[in-house]
């Protein structure tokens, strides 16, 4: 059938299905046009009516064929007017919300299993620092050698290295004090990087005895010496900086490419390490007690606060239990832009100085950043690609009075967590990472009496133990926990959700909506195919 003539009939149908109106000759006849519009709005109101009251008749959607059955009277109908708008307004308040909900959680993550074998999760990076910061001894060795003031001996400038210790923000002195110092390190051309190396205690001193899942090793070629929050450290596992790692640079096959795992769990199979503290070499503490902090972290991460810290004193055994837990981003999630999954992936950003993206690489980066715009400089226990003008004495009062670019959770931000609720500051552009490993840790210590045991004799064997402190650091279990983060809903999720609310409230499913595009168009193409079936009236 032509497309226009059925057209025709659409029309022609809609006209003859209304009532002509009914023209009161003692009233002014309007201009035809208006009559001819005024009657064509009459004919398709009439028909939309119409249609209408079929829908309600037909349909399967509740309640609204009580409001158009006869019998009733006005009261009921209205009854059930009132509980079919309130069905109505709820399902479309309860969609909003629903769709609002989609919006601005646009992923969550769950626990995707509680026995995800060990084995597969990397050893955490295992960084030692000794407490003490500065070697008395070769504070002294250096000061002796060192040009200074006719007024001031070899001892009062060893001792006045304890400000090196003033950039973690603990103390400041007087500025002449600084500027005293910057002088002397200025005439002995010396700066405050290359005083940390010497300060520091070696590796090779500080580690006596290494077992790494029960063998025995040279602890040099477990361990190396990184920059930290805590100045120069020992770090085992670690892969963090974009150099390459200095056991990679050894002609030893045994240095690995990739963090090392384990494949058991109990502290037979983990680290194990004799920790030689040097009591009679202390010289400036942070906090007043003998030992060592131990960071426990990924090894891809900054060794920084936001490491495991544990507390290890001397003279006693302690027992670290690990308890791994991993969390990754699906395929789903993924495909999101990172602004609305609020993470990236280790190769989304190319840090500058640390080998891969991750929340903490991010904010020690940003943190330097903060602090190099601030004071011109960077301290020397903040990550450096050896492209930024390092700290000296002279800088430390700026860095003390600016420490909270480097110290607080949000740099340029020290208002309390109630403040920050609603709109923190985004000074770093840093997001979560997507895939990430935790390592929470249960510790039991107690004090080292080797005098009844008769374990691990060969462990212990020509050392005298003293003042020395005993760690094992292992996998508590063979399995772990790991987290899925994906898409809140994807679209079978949310068809499911929406086809739910307006079935439960309105009785809607795909037919009913069918029904609705029957009786407004379809319906009406086949009553004019109809009408014009029909033999006209001679």
């Known amino acids: 059938m032509d497309f226009k003539r059925l057209s025709e009939r659409v029309v022609r149908t809609i006209r003859e299905r209304g009532e002509r ?20 709005d009459s004919q398709v109101l009439k028909w939309f009516k119409n249609q209408l009251y079929q829908l309600c008749l037909a349909t399967a959607l509740h309640g609204y064929s009580q409001i158009v059955r006869k019998g009733y009277s006005p009261l009921e109908r209205a009854l059930w007017v009132i509980a079919v708008g309130s069905a109505l307004v709820t399902a479309i308040t ?11 959680t646009p992923t969550v993550t769950v626990i995707e299993s509680t026995n995800y074998d060990t084995y597969r999760v990397p050893f955490p990076a295992i960084t030692i620092c000794n407490l003490n910061k500065i070697s008395a001894s070769k504070a002294l060795e250096r000061a002796q050698k060192m040009t200074r003031p006719n007024n001031m001996t070899a001892e009062e400038l060893a001792f006045q290295f304890r400000f090196l210790l003033h950039v973690e923000g603990l103390e400041e002195a007087d500025p002449r004090e600084y500027q005293l110092l910057h002088d002397i390190l200025l005439l002995n051309n010396l700066e405050i990087p290359q005083l940390i ?25 477990l361990f190396e010496m990184v920059n930290s929050t805590e100045g120069l450290c020992c770090s085992f596992n670690h892969f963090a900086m974009r150099s390459s790692n200095r056991l990679q640079k050894k002609a030893s096959s045994n240095a690995p490419n990739e963090p090392r795992r384990v494949m058991a769990s109990g502290y037979k199979t983990g680290l194990s390490l004799i920790l030689n503290p040097i009591l009679e070499d202390y010289h400036s503490i942070d906090i007043a007690t003998t030992g060592f902090k131990i960071l426990i972290h990924s090894s891809f991460d900054f060794p920084d606060e936001n490491a495991q810290m544990k507390i290890i004193a001397s003279g006693t055994e302690s027992f670290i239990a690990v308890y791994p837990k991993e969390t990754y981003a699906s395929d789903d999630a993924l495909t999101l832009a990172p602004a609305e999954r609020n993470c990236y ?18 904010m020690a980066e940003c943190r330097a950043s903060e602090i190099f715009r601030a004071c011109k400089c960077l301290p020397f226990h903040l990550p450096s690609n050896g492209s930024l003008a390092n700290c000296e004495f002279k800088d430390f009062n700026c860095l003390v009075e600016n420490v909270e670019r480097f110290r607080s959770a949000i740099p340029l931000n020290n208002s309390s967590i109630t403040q920050l609720m609603e709109k923190p500051p985004m000074v770093c552009d840093c997001l979560p990472s997507c895939e990430m490993v935790q390592y929470p840790v249960e510790m039991m210590y107690g004090k080292i009496n080797r005098s009844v045991t008769f374990n691990s004799l060969s462990f212990f064997k020509d050392i005298k133990l003293k003042d020395q402190s005993v760690v094992h650091i292992y996998f508590n279990d063979l399995v772990a926990t790991r987290y899925r983060m994906d898409i809140y ?40 195919a109809f009408h014009s079936d029909k033999p006209r009236k001679q």
């Open 94 to 104: 309860l969609l909003w919300i629903l769709w609002t909900w989609n919006v601005e």
């Open 489 to 528: 809903q994807n679209w079978f999720g949310v068809l499911a959700s929406f086809g739910g609310i307006l079935g439960l409230f309105l009785g809607f499913s795909i037919i009913t909506g069918f029904e609705v595009i029957y009786f407004f168009s379809i319906r009406l193409l086949f009553d004019a």
């Open 197 to 221: 190396g010497e300060f520091a205690m070696p590796c090779s001193t500080m580690l006596e005895r290494c077992m790494w899942k029960g063998t025995q090793w040279r602890c040099d070629n």
């Open 21 to 40: 109106p009914q023209v009161d000759p003692t009233v002014s006849v309007p201009a035809r046009d208006t009559v001819v519009h005024s009657v064509a």
């Open 345 to 362: 992936q280790y190769n989304e950003v190319r840090m500058s100085v640390m080998q891969r993206y991750s929340y903490v690489n991010c």
